[in-house]
């Protein structure tokens, strides 16, 4: 208590001398203005890092973390992006029905841990080995979401996929005497699933491909996009990755110049075994934006170098995706990226390369459009609020009281991080949330009506057709 009264009466001092210095009108301030500079002054001082004990988890979580989470009165709340609203759609099958205990463990089997919360802690049970650390990431970005919003994600439960396909199948669901879908969080879906979308692993890093957590790498990529100036840059498409994981990146390949052909592309194959040997000194993703064209290809299903790929100024050439993650269904044909279809793919990459070189101010606000979106929609803060509004939506559908399964372990940022060394502890403190957010989570929009829903799909259809006809004015 002394701390805080020796504190406050600093803090009034210097704000007394700061409007002596300024010549700030003092009648004009009053007691709950002076209170307010000093409950945000103080917000800001207050961090909990990782709470390790001799560089070992404690047996037990500890519990020096605020366990609520309370703002003031001049708190302010903002709009959440509008990619927010998918949220209503996918978690409509369970509209009416509401979700019930049965319907969470159908999906058992198809999930690689349960996620269990009970009284703001965090419970899981694993059920799989998933590849690489993805569960881990996933599971590490959940624990900075409750640090986030302490107190404000309610009890549930739930099944989470980490895998690449989609699995609960629309088909499997039909009629009338199907039975309810079961709820599945996964990090992608398609319009044949029911799968519920769910931001990535790599929001929190990529340790094994060397990707830093996502609110670093974007910055990266930020300086990365001032290396080369935007008319300076290479006048072809461009495209890195591993082409053996899907036959769309197979068919990519082809369109690389040859001396048969030349279709405006240049198509590079990536072995991370080999990168990994060079500590990847290939592969940095801030040095990728050189090129004025560049192309995302889905590889299993969808691919978490999207976001990496649109945030590079370049015009991004969309290769016809099956699949969408959280953020991208959202984006508009010809305002944040180019579509290609799949049949006649080299084909349709050279015009779309002919067609900005002859358009070059429109090529480049299209590619200044899908990077302003990444920058404007995919802050880390509206990440952890595409969770908070979707977890909380899911709560609220659930028709049963979640409980903590026999065998499930709890889980917080010390029992995971406090024993690990090397990358995964880096990525791990570099993507740790430190201290409960000083503002509200964003406001939700409102669902689409059947009419909105089907008049902004219908927009996009028209725009791609309007593409593949090849009638795109520069004006577009």
């Given at each position: ?13 210097a ?35 990782l ?9 037990t ?25 998918w ?96 709820p ?9 699933s ?37 008319e ?9 990755g ?6 769309i ?36 993703l ?34 016809e995706?099956?699949?969408?993650d ?29 067609w ?42 659930l ?78």
């Amino acid at each position: 208590m002394t701390r805080w009264i020796f504190f406050s009466i600093t803090i009034l001092v210097a704000f007394v001398a700061i409007t002596f210095v300024l010549e700030i009108d003092l009648s004009k301030i009053t007691s709950t203005t002076i209170l307010k500079t000093i409950i945000v002054l103080n917000k800001q001082q207050v961090q909990f890092p990782l709470h390790c004990t001799n560089g070992t988890p404690a047996a037990t979580c500890p519990a020096y973390y605020p366990t609520n989470f309370e703002l003031d009165d001049a708190s302010s709340t903002t709009s959440c992006p509008e990619y927010f609203r998918w949220i209503h759609e996918d978690l409509k099958p369970w509209e009416s029905t509401g979700i019930t205990r049965d319907m969470v463990e159908t999906a058992k089997n198809m999930s690689h841990f349960r996620l269990v919360v009970v009284n703001g802690k965090a419970y899981i049970e694993k059920h799989a080995k998933s590849f690489q650390t993805r569960d881990v990431f996933t599971i590490w970005g959940i624990l900075q979401l409750l640090r986030l919003y302490p107190g404000k994600i309610p009890d549930l439960e739930l099944m989470f996929s980490c895998g690449d396909k989609t699995l609960v199948h629309k088909r499997t669901f039909q009629g009338p005497q199907a039975m309810s879908p079961p709820p599945l969080f996964h990090y992608c879906g398609d319009e044949n699933s029911y799968d519920i979308v769910f931001p990535d692993w790599t929001f929190w890093g990529w340790a094994e491909l060397n990707i830093r957590p996502w609110e670093t790498t974007l910055q990266n990529l930020q300086e990365g996009n001032k290396i080369v100036k935007w008319e300076d840059r290479i006048p072809y498409a461009f495209w890195k990755g591993n082409p053996a994981v899907s036959i769309i990146r197979k068919e990519l390949s082809k369109c690389n110049t040859s001396d048969e052909h030349d279709w405006n592309a240049r198509i590079y194959g990536v072995q991370w075994k080999q990168e990994k040997v060079k500590k990847f000194q290939d592969t940095k993703l801030e040095d990728q934006c050189t090129y004025k064209y560049k192309i995302y290809a889905e590889g299993a299903t969808w691919s978490v170098s999207e976001k990496y790929i649109i945030a590079c100024d370049s015009m991004t050439m969309f290769i016809e995706p099956r699949y969408y993650d959280f953020f991208t269904r959202s984006m508009v044909p010809l305002q944040h990226y180019w579509p290609i279809s799949v049949k006649n793919m080299c084909e349709e990459i050279k015009y779309a390369v002919d067609w900005g070189n002859a358009n070059l101010d429109s090529a480049q606000t299209i590619g200044k459009g899908g990077t302003d979106y990444i920058i404007d929609n995919l802050k880390m803060k509206f990440v952890y609020d595409y969770m908070f509004h979707l977890l909380n939506s899911y709560a609220k559908l659930l028709r049963f009281k979640p409980t903590i399964p026999e065998g499930a372990v709890e889980f917080c940022s010390e029992s995971m991080a406090c024993n690990l060394r090397g990358q995964r502890k880096h990525y791990m403190v570099e993507s740790m949330v430190m201290s409960p957010s000083d503002t509200p989570p964003c406001s939700m929009p409102p669902p689409y009506t059947t009419e909105t829903l089907k008049e902004f799909l219908q927009k996009k259809e028209n725009i791609i057709k309007q593409v593949k006809a090849r009638a795109v004015n520069k004006e577009q």
